[in-house]
Nanobody, 127 residues
Framework: QVQLVESGGGLVQAGGSLRLSCVAS????????MGWFRQGPGKEREFVAR????????YYADSVKGRFTISRDNAKNTVYLQMDSLKPEDTAVYYC????????????????????WGQGTQVTVSS
């Protein structure tokens, strides 16, 4: 069974940093593009970042560009999200997701594109 297990969330002050990890099992990790999404209080789930199968290409939401970095280690079946210069508006539940099929670039920002999801990890940024 496919599992995506996230860790690394927590409470941090504005301006601080946090590193999220997501370990995948039950799939051939290198065959999947991986994404991070988040859902804040009273908001819809939104795209944060994406990394392609081999880690060559990355994509970021404008709201996090320059502050967050997505990376992956295929040997460890793990995708990471390094979050720096955190802001209170970054407070959300963060989810990792896996996508094997998507061929249309415009669809990579939509949660519906992704096949598997992690359980979510809470990130709270205080000020």
């Amino acid at each position: 069974q496919v599992q995506l297990v996230e860790s690394g969330g927590g409470l941090v002050q504005a301006g601080g940093s946090l590193r999220l990890s997501c370990v995948a099992s039950g799939l051939t990790f290198s065959n999947y593009h991986m994404g991070w999404f988040r859902q804040g209080p009273g908001k819809e789930r939104e795209f944060v970042a994406r990394i392609t199968r081999g880690g060559v290409n990355t994509y970021y939401a404008d709201s996090v560009k320059g502050r967050f970095t997505i990376s992956r280690d295929n040997a460890k079946n793990t995708v990471y999200l390094q979050m720096d210069s955190l802001k209170p508006e970054d407070t959300a539940v963060y989810y990792c997701a896996a996508d094997r099929i998507t061929a249309v670039a415009a669809q990579i920002y939509r949660p519906e594109t992704y096949d598997y999801w992690g359980q979510g990890t809470q990130v709270t940024v205080s000020s």
